[in-house]
């Protein structure tokens, strides 16, 4: 079964540095998300990203983040210097317009920010 | 204003038992979606049943079943003979917008999400 792949799986970075997450979205979806869940809170949105442009933001997803599909099959969330603030799970998801019904979420990657 | 709430931190269930988790929505939208998530203690988000608000029947998917009530709002997630591995955080989400294939990018829309139930399935 397909299924939506994440790398890394934990990553611990110090504050005020760059880190890129990378996301193996299902081949045939078109819509792609970045969610994220602060430990013990619920799942926030940050941005959606269809025909290689982001179509929606939250207000969470300020100038520190930005999304990018560099090639046919990954998409990255990169957090240009991190915050304290910004240790979260980080959660790709894909969805295919014909199985709209569901939102593929990908295992997570783990953010710690010291 | 919360768009879902989800009013019980945490519930109990005895094995076996059948346990409904509440949800409440709120949307100005005529179309919507509907969905609820388990995430075990390993983190990742698991799809367990979606709902789209024009579909006249509760969804069913094996042991999970939605009791939608659009009048009241509500999309109550009802697990039948509850089992250990059950235990997990749920979480009911909703995608506003429509669910139509007419419409142009119609799956496009994000997902917001509520706090989440912490079930703990008792042997």
């Known amino acids: 079964e397909p299924e939506v792949t994440q790398t890394p799986s934990h990553q611990v970075t110090q504050m005020g540095q760059e880190v890129i997450l990378r996301c193996v979205p299902i081949s045939n979806h078109l819509y792609f998300y970045w969610y994220r869940q602060i430990l013990g809170q619920k799942v926030e949105f940050l941005v959606s990203?269809?025909?290689?442009?982001?179509?929606?933001k939250s207000e969470i997803f300020d100038d520190q983040f930005s999304v990018e599909r560099p090639d046919g099959s990954n998409f990255t969330l990169k957090i240009r210097s991190t915050k304290l603030e910004d240790s979260a799970m980080y959660f790709c998801a894909s969805n295919d317009r014909a199985y709209y019904n569901e939102q593929f979420f990908g295992p997570g990657t783990r953010l710690t920010v010291l | 204003a919360q768009k879902i709430t989800q009013t019980q931190p945490g519930m109990f269930v005895q094995e076996k038992e059948a346990v409904t988790l509440d949800c409440t929505y709120d949307?100005?939208?005529?179309?919507?979606?509907l969905f609820w998530y388990k995430q075990p203690s390993s983190g990742e988000m698991i799809f367990l049943i979606y709902q789209g608000s024009y579909d006249e029947q509760n969804a069913t998917e094996g042991r999970y079943s939605l009791n939608f009530q659009k009048a009241r709002k509500s999309a109550n997630l009802v697990i039948s003979a509850s089992q250990l591995g059950d235990s997990a955080m749920y979480f009911c989400?909703?995608?506003?917008?429509?669910?139509?294939?007419?419409?142009?990018?119609?799956?496009?829309?994000?997902?917001?999400f509520g706090k989440g139930t912490k079930l703990s399935v008792k042997p």
């Open positions: 989400a909703m995608r506003e917008g429509t669910d139509t294939l007419m419409n142009y990018g119609g799956s496009q829309g994000n997902l917001i």
């Open positions: 990203f269809y025909n290689n442009e982001i179509s929606e």
């Open positions: 949307t100005s939208d005529q179309s919507y979606g």
